[in-house]
Nanobody
């Protein structure tokens, strides 16, 4: 059974940093493009970063380019999101999933990131 578990979210001041982790199980992790998504209240879930198979390339939403960095450890079935210079508009629940996502049954609970002074 596929399971993803996100962790690392917190309340942080503007300009601060966080590292999110996502552990996946029940899928052949190394064969998937993996992504970090976020959903703010009243907004649709959006992908903010993705990393290709083997970690050969990464892509970012324009608003996080240069501040966020996605990485993966296929030996641990884990994907990370390093977030620097956080802004209030980064406040959201962050999720991980393959890109495209597996489907509505396979989202984790996410991890809350709140950027506020």
């Amino acid at each position: 059974q596929v399971q993803v578990v996100e962790s690392g979210g917190a309340l942080v001041q503007p300009g601060g940093s966080l590292t999110l982790s996502c552990a996946a199980s029940g899928l052949d992790f190394s064969r998937y493009i993996m992504g970090w998504y976020r959903q703010a209240p009243g907004n649709k879930r959006e992908v903010v970063a993705r990393i290709l198979i083997g970690g050969t390339s990464t892509e970012y939403k324009d608003s996080v380019q240069g501040r966020f960095s996605i990485s993966r450890d296929d030996a641990k079935n884990t994907v990370y999101l390093q977030m620097n210079n956080l802004k209030p508009e980064d406040t959201a629940v962050y999720y991980c999933n393959p890109v495209p996502p597996l489907g509505p049954l396979y989202w984790g609970q996410g991890t809350q990131v709140t950027v506020s002074s």
